[in-house]
């Protein structure tokens, strides 16, 4: 074999024969969890509440890789109460009601309460949760949830009541970089049984590319190491193994983006938001991010045409011009190459002026319609073109602006119970200035 081939047969035989690296370093005590310290350091209320041995049904909400199996597993360390695992991607019914069976013949035998750990909980659906429910109620289950999705979509609302929610936070470099160089210098648990150093460039991008899941962190140094190590054995004795930033880089290489349900609605949150703020920066990233992801380009479509009325709207109309094109080329064009047609629409309305008059009207006059009831259409803007409108008095009145100076004539286009109101607030941004400069001289003239 010459030379370090990347992923060689002997680095996949050198993985193969242990078990995964994060495996085998989950924490043997509250102390050694990476993180969390705002729920488990000293005095803080999980840490009590495990201690004490007095957790009630919790829900552990966090992203992937920040502590939840883990912290679970010291929960069954730390119980007198029984201990049972189920996952909700291969749970059923079925499968509660036989752990229901087995914490009511415990708790009827000898007094000993249940604990049920069930992991990913947001995959079990209404039924499954529901059919947990009076048992957690009734407290012969004390459910600990884990899930990497925003419980307040993915959990019944009653389910969700009955639980205490605790939020892992993603982990930060000063979270990470002890853990992998312990990972490292481990020599029974961890990687020190193959001596390896790391260059502090390596650490920190291995850190920095993590996104704070420490699983995927131990996985990648994992893989990194074998790395390392497989070149060194390849070039001699003498070589010592160390990795570098190019090997760090390898490990990272394969890096799946997360985008659950909660991301979904956080990052169109973010992207529309800095749109409006004019940042055609912010704009360019939130959309790579969820091209990246999978995200549906029509529903990105959807919403920058939304937005081009909402937040531009009359300051410059050729906005709303240009989110259509744009909605439509994802019809007709398809990814890859409609990202470029999204790309020029999102900059093009994060560079244009702003303006949400048009949304403030449509609000006001809802709010009109629905608050101070439906007043009759004035007579004189009825429909007249039926046989006998007109002996209805239909159209008495009209002037049709067309026949007047500008094509405009004063005159009331109102109901008479709404004649007062004003529910178009002119704003002052780009083209709006000088409709708004047309309109008012017209009134101007029509009162003289």
Same mark, same amino acid.
């Given at each position: 074999?010459?030379?370090?081939?990347?992923?060689?047969?002997?680095?996949?035989?050198?993985?193969?024969?242990?078990?995964?690296?994060?495996?085998?370093?989950?924490?043997?005590?509250?102390?050694?969890?990476?993180?969390?310290?705002?729920?488990?350091?000293?005095?803080?209320?999980?840490?009590?509440?495990?201690?004490?041995?007095?957790?009630?049904?919790?829900?552990? /909400?966090?992203?992937?890789?920040?502590?939840?199996?883990?912290?679970?597993?010291?929960?069954?360390?730390?119980?007198?109460?029984?201990?049972?695992?189920?996952?909700? +991607?291969?749970?059923?019914?079925?499968?509660?009601?036989?752990?229901?069976?087995?914490?009511?013949?415990?708790?009827?035998?000898?007094?000993?309460?249940?604990?049920? /750990?069930?992991?990913?909980?947001?995959?079990?659906?209404?039924?499954?949760?529901?059919?947990?429910?009076?048992? +957690?109620?009734?407290?012969?289950?004390?459910?600990?949830?884990?899930?990497?999705?925003?419980?307040?979509?993915?959990?019944?609302?009653?389910?969700?009541?009955?639980?205490?929610?605790?939020?892992?936070?993603?982990?930060?470099?000063?979270?990470?970089?002890?853990?992998?160089?312990?990972?490292?210098?481990?020599?029974?648990?961890?990687?020190?049984?193959?001596?390896?150093?790391?260059?502090? %460039?390596?650490?920190?991008?291995?850190?920095?590319?993590?996104?704070?899941?420490?699983?995927?962190?131990?996985?990648?140094?994992?893989?990194?190491?074998?790395?390392?190590?497989?070149?060194?054995?390849?070039?001699?004795?003498?070589?010592?193994?160390?990795?570098?930033?190019?090997?760090?880089?390898?490990?990272?290489?394969?890096?799946?983006?997360?985008?659950?349900?909660?991301?979904?609605?956080?990052?169109?949150?973010?992207?529309?938001?800095?749109?409006?703020?004019? %940042?055609?920066?912010?704009?360019?990233?939130?959309?790579?991010?969820?091209?990246?992801?999978?995200?549906?380009?029509?529903?990105?479509?959807?919403?920058?045409?939304?937005?081009?009325?909402?937040?531009?709207?009359?300051?410059?109309?050729?906005?709303?011009?240009?989110?259509?094109?744009?909605?439509?080329?994802?019809?007709?064009?398809?990814?890859?190459?409609?990202?470029?047609?999204?790309?020029?629409?999102? +900059?093009?309305?994060?560079?244009?002026?702003?303006?949400?008059?048009?949304?403030?009207?449509?609000?006001?006059?809802?709010?009109?319609?629905?608050?101070?009831?439906?007043?009759?259409?004035?007579?004189?803007?009825?429909?007249?073109?039926?046989?006998?409108?007109?002996?209805?008095?239909?159209?008495?009145?009209?002037?049709?602006?067309?026949?007047?100076?500008?094509?405009?004539?004063?005159?009331?286009?109102?109901?008479?119970?709404?004649?007062?109101?004003?529910?178009?607030?002119?704003?002052?941004?780009?083209?709006?200035?000088?409709?708004?400069?047309?309109?008012?001289?017209?009134?101007?003239?029509?009162?003289?």
């Amino acid at each position: 074999m010459s030379g370090p081939d990347l992923f060689s047969h002997a680095v996949e035989e050198r993985l193969a024969r242990r078990a995964p690296l994060a495996a085998r370093l989950r924490p043997r005590n509250l102390d050694e969890v990476a993180g969390q310290r705002h729920l488990l350091a000293p005095g803080r209320p999980l840490r009590t509440l495990i201690e004490s041995d007095r957790l009630a049904s919790v829900i552990l /909400f966090g992203p992937p890789g920040t502590g939840k199996t883990s912290i679970a597993r010291l929960v069954a360390g730390a119980t007198s109460k029984a201990f049972e695992s189920l996952s909700a +991607v291969t749970a059923g019914v079925k499968d509660v009601r036989e752990v229901v069976d087995r914490a009511r013949a415990r708790l009827g035998e000898r007094g000993q309460g249940t604990i049920l /750990f069930l992991d990913e909980v947001h995959r079990f659906n209404r039924t499954q949760q529901d059919a947990l429910l009076p048992h +957690v109620e009734e407290g012969l289950l004390v459910l600990v949830g884990a899930t990497t999705e925003n419980p307040f979509f993915s959990l019944t609302g009653p389910l969700l009541s009955r639980s205490t929610l605790f939020r892992l936070e993603p982990l930060t470099a000063d979270d990470l970089g002890p853990l992998l160089r312990h990972a490292l210098d481990d020599r029974d648990r961890g990687l020190g049984a193959e001596p390896c150093t790391i260059d502090d %460039d390596a650490l920190a991008h291995l850190c920095d590319r993590a996104e704070g899941d420490a699983r995927h962190a131990l996985t990648c140094l994992e893989l990194a190491h074998a790395l390392a190590v497989e070149a060194a054995s390849q070039s001699g004795a003498d070589f010592a193994a160390s990795i570098t930033l190019a090997y760090a880089e390898a490990a990272l290489a394969t890096r799946a983006i997360r985008y659950g349900e909660d991301e979904h609605y956080d990052i169109i949150s973010a992207f529309i938001k800095s749109i409006r703020g004019s %940042d055609p920066d912010a704009g360019a990233y939130w959309l790579a991010r969820m091209i990246e992801a999978g995200e549906d380009p029509r529903f990105i479509a959807r919403r920058l045409v939304v937005l081009a009325s909402e937040d531009i709207g009359l300051a410059d109309s050729n906005a709303l011009v240009i989110a259509n094109a744009a909605a439509q080329a994802v019809e007709f064009v398809g990814l890859p190459e409609a990202r470029i047609n999204l790309s020029h629409a999102v +900059v093009y309305l994060a560079l244009a002026p702003k303006s949400n008059t048009a949304y403030r009207a449509i609000g006001s006059a809802q709010g009109a319609v629905r608050d101070r009831g439906l007043g009759r259409v004035p007579v004189h803007l009825r429909d007249a073109s039926y046989r006998g409108a007109q002996a209805l008095g239909h159209g008495a009145g009209y002037r049709y602006p067309h026949d007047h100076p500008d094509a405009w004539v004063q005159q009331q286009y109102l109901p008479d119970e709404v004649a007062s109101e004003v529910f178009y607030e002119p704003g002052s941004s780009g083209d709006e200035t000088e409709l708004v400069a047309r309109w008012r001289q017209r009134r101007q003239q029509g009162d003289r």
